[in-house]
């Protein structure tokens, strides 16, 4: 049984550009999760998708986006990227449209910003 | 706004030995809680859950203690050994979809 799954495993980008991430959930989960993690810090949520749609959003800038494909896949996007977007950003997928179901997370793809 | 905290940022214990391991949360309203491992360069990987409607949940070498009243959370790891040596997260999901994670708790197991 595949767990979560992203690509790439690491990324350095320079200021100013765009970057996307890719996640795939795990077999049978529906809902796909984003955090970022800074270093010695513990994730903070960004976003949330489900059933192809935003459900929820944390205090992240405009410039953060994502989208969530049918088969549940999802990418998260960023714009316009500054040094402090430089961490690990994680993928979680959880199963149901429900509150508080638990969620299992990759194994993050680290992103530095030159 | 919430936040989640942890009483100590690094625990050493002796392999064998048990380990607790300490969280406090400010959000009365948060009615399940997660507790994750995370070892170096992976992602947090589960360990145990507890919802509010219960004060102790058993896993296996792990135990989860909520004390609603001082909204107080413990992850108690039983015969602790090198392989848990990891940073040790818990995490709140307050009624709503996201989980608030607090900085985290690096245990270090010693031989």
């Known amino acids: 049984d595949a767990g979560v799954t992203q690509s790439p495993t690491h990324l350095i980008k320079t200021r100013g550009q765009q970057v996307t991430l890719r996640c795939s959930p795990k077999?049978?989960?529906?809902?796909v999760s984003w955090y970022q993690q800074a270093l010695g810090q513990g994730p903070q949520f960004i976003f949330q998708y489900y059933e192809e749609e935003e459900r929820q959003r944390g205090n992240f800038p405009d410039r953060f986006s994502g989208h969530q494909f049918p088969n549940y896949s999802s990418e998260l996007n960023v714009n316009a990227l500054l040094l402090g977007d430089s961490a690990l950003y994680l993928c979680?997928?959880?199963?149901?449209?429900?509150?508080?179901?638990?969620?299992?997370f990759g194994p993050g793809t680290r992103l530095t910003v030159l | 706004g919430e936040s989640v905290g942890l009483h100590l940022p690094t625990l050493s214990v002796q392999e064998g030995d048990n380990s607790i391991i300490n969280c406090a949360y400010s959000?009365?309203?948060?009615?399940?809680f997660i507790w994750y491992k995370q070892e170096s360069g992976k992602g947090p990987q589960f360990i145990i859950d507890?919802?509010?409607?219960?004060d102790k949940r058993q896993g296996q070498r792990v135990t989860v203690l909520l004390n609603k009243t001082v909204k107080h959370l413990s992850l108690q790891i039983a015969a602790t050994q090198p392989g848990d040596s990891a940073v040790y997260f818990c995490a709140e999901n307050k009624a709503g979809n996201q989980f608030y994670f607090g900085t985290g708790t690096s245990l270090t197991v010693i031989p």
């Open positions: 959000n009365s309203a948060s009615d399940y």
């Open positions: 507890i919802r509010s409607n219960m």
């Open positions: 979680a997928s959880s199963l149901g449209g429900g509150a508080a179901d638990t969620q299992y």
């Open positions: 077999s049978g989960h529906d809902t």
